[in-house]
T-cell receptor, first 113, second 111 residues
Framework: SAVISQKPSRDICQRGTSLTIQCQVD?????MFWYRQQPGQSLTLIATANQGSEATYESGFVIDKFPISRPNLTFSTLTVSNMSPEDSSIYLC??????????FGPGTRLTVL | DQQVKQNSPSLSVQEGRISILNCDYT??????FLWYKKYPAEGPTFLIS?????DKNEDGRFTVFLNKSAKHLSLHIVPSQPGDSAVYFCAASVGAQKLVFGQGTRLTINP
């Protein structure tokens, strides 16, 4: 498995501001993923982050709104920019450790007022 | 377009009995299927997976069955324990990367 930590665990933010979420893994991984779980909804992939290259965004998600950094093989950040109440969600990072498994961090619960 | 569906939002099972959670998918390109368990305020915990070349995978109390012709998979938990009460998500992917999740089924194990 993998030990994955996220910071912050939760935050309450004002609309129009930005929040950067950090994801740290206990060992090097090739791919890191960012997901969002809106209230009462399932998990939706935002983007895939590879070290040394631009993140790949899924349909409906854009870099200006969700910029991602991947400076090394154990760390990534996701920024939620110019937040609105609709951005209130749980944001999760995950990593792949084998060919058929992804492991998730504990999530960051974001509330936008 | 919901590619992965869990049609039962909730399921209640008596302790010691079998829990069966179901999942349907539409994309025939999916080749990996996973089940996750999620407690409130925690991230999803990986339970078990199966590749499309198999029709069954077993790990302790958990067994996943895959019926490719019906595009259906199920998770069996035997025997069910109170600690199994959680929300269960099935997920599918092409090449085990971009996971597509179902809506989840809330399982409650009654003593």
């Amino acid at each position: 498995s993998a030990v994955i930590s996220q910071k912050p665990s939760r935050d309450i933010c004002q609309r129009g501001t930005s929040l950067t979420i950090q994801c740290q893994v206990d060992s090097q991984v090739t791919m890191m993923f960012w997901y969002r779980q809106q209230p009462g909804q399932s998990l939706t992939l935002i983007a895939t982050a590879n070290q040394g290259s631009e993140a790949t965004y899924e349909s409906g998600f854009v870099i200006d709104k969700f910029p991602i950094s991947r400076p090394n093989l154990t760390f990534s950040t996701l920024t939620v920019s110019n937040m609105s109440p609709e951005d209130s969600s749980i944001y999760l990072c995950s990593v792949d450790r084998s060919t058929d498994t992804q492991y998730f961090g504990p999530g960051t619960r974001l509330t936008v007022l | 377009d919901q590619q992965v569906k869990q049609n039962s939002p909730s399921l209640s099972v008596q302790e010691g009995r079998i829990s069966i959670l179901n999942c349907d998918y539409t994309n025939s390109m999916f080749d990996y299927f996973l089940w996750y368990k999620k407690y409130p305020a925690e991230g999803p915990t990986f339970l078990i997976s199966i590749s499309s070349i198999k029709d069954k995978n077993e790990d302790g109390r958990f067994t996943v069955f895959l019926n490719k012709s019906a595009k259906h998979l199920s998770l069996h938990i035997v025997p069910s324990q109170p600690g199994d009460s959680a929300v269960y998500f099935c997920a599918a992917s092409v090449g085990a990367q971009k996971l597509v999740f179902g809506q989840g089924t809330r399982l409650t194990i009654n003593p």
